[in-house]
């Protein structure tokens, strides 16, 4: 299972690390994603969620 959010599908973004004489090489921008347990269908289950889906409260009234 890849790691994205649950509700929102962020998910890691590609792009260069730049150093000081502007030499490029490619790097990865991870999501801050935290492992939460929500309830689905009277059912617990862990997910992955992104902080700014768990300050909205996207997973309470899940």
Do not use: D, H, W
């Amino acid at each position: 299972m890849a790691k994205k959010c649950y509700f929102c599908n962020k998910s890691s973004l590609k792009g260069n690390k730049i150093s000081r004489a502007k030499n490029k090489s490619k790097r990865r921008f991870k999501p801050n994603l935290q492992r939460v347990k929500i309830k689905e269908e009277g059912k617990t289950k862990k997910v992955y969620v992104c902080t700014r889906c768990i300050k909205a409260g996207k997973t309470i009234n899940y």
